[in-house]
């Protein structure tokens, strides 16, 4: 079965800093863009951040450059959300998603995502 | 404010069809291409149910159907199945700045 399963998060004082990670299994990892996506309590999907196959590009919303990195690694089918300067306003369930045969496309396969609360 | 715009709700009976709207809003400057759909049921995480504007995934029943033209999308559901309640969110790739974007959600009801 293709699988993602995120884990690290939890509550943080506003300023701090988490990483979070997502486990891959059931699929060649190393083939797929991957990404980020949270979702606020009540609110809509965002997405976050996408990194090629190869970590060879990344790129992020707007609203976290500067303060959050992707990256991952292949020979541990692992990717990973480094998220510094947290702010209230990063409150959110954190999806890790596979992308679906181009990047462009869509995202086909979901984590059950990991909650991170900024909050003191 | 989401780039792009989806009405709040819609709701239909069971057996009927119905249409959600993904609307390009004017201060949105990005592109509007390769759009896709998700459906997320409460506590749920998402599932992709169009891509590429009008493509279904394996799996994801034929009663759904997308298109698009220049500035909006609009995902159809027909037949609609008490399953079908849930949230919906539209997504598009931008190539620009933030290189993807979602609409703002719409909350299907089936009365």
């Known amino acids: 079965d293709v699988q993602l399963e995120e884990s690290g998060g939890g509550l943080v004082q506003p300023g701090g800093s988490l990483r979070l990670s997502c486990a891959v299994s059931g699929f060649t990892f190393s083939s797929y863009w991957m990404t980020w996506v949270r979702q606020a309590p009540g609110k809509g999907l965002e997405w976050v951040a996408i990194m090629k196959h190869d970590a060879s590009e990344e790129y992020y919303v707007d609203s976290v450059k500067g303060r959050f990195t992707i990256s991952r690694d292949n020979a541990k089918n692992s990717l990973y959300l480094q998220m510094n300067s947290l702010g209230a306003e990063d409150t959110a369930v954190y999806y890790c998603a596979r992308n679906y045969l181009h990047y462009y496309y869509g995202l086909d396969v979901w984590g059950q995502g990991t909650t991170v609360s900024v909050s003191s | 404010q989401s780039a792009l715009t989806q009405p709040a709700s819609v709701s239909g009976s069971p057996g009927q069809s119905i249409t959600i709207s993904c609307t390009r809003t004017t201060s949105y400057i990005g592109g509007f291409d390769y759009v896709s759909w998700y459906q997320q049921h409460p506590g749920k995480a998402p599932r992709l149910m169009i891509y590429?504007?009008?493509h279904r995934p394996s799996g994801v029943s034929n009663r759904f159907s997308g298109s698009k033209s220049d500035n909006a999308a609009s995902l159809t559901i027909s037949g609609l199945q008490a399953e079908d309640e849930a949230d919906y969110y539209c997504?598009?790739?931008?190539?620009?700045?933030?290189?993807?974007?979602f609409g703002s959600g719409t909350k299907v009801t089936v009365l």
């Open positions: 590429d504007d009008t």
């Open positions: 997504s598009s790739f931008s190539g620009y700045s933030t290189l993807y974007v």
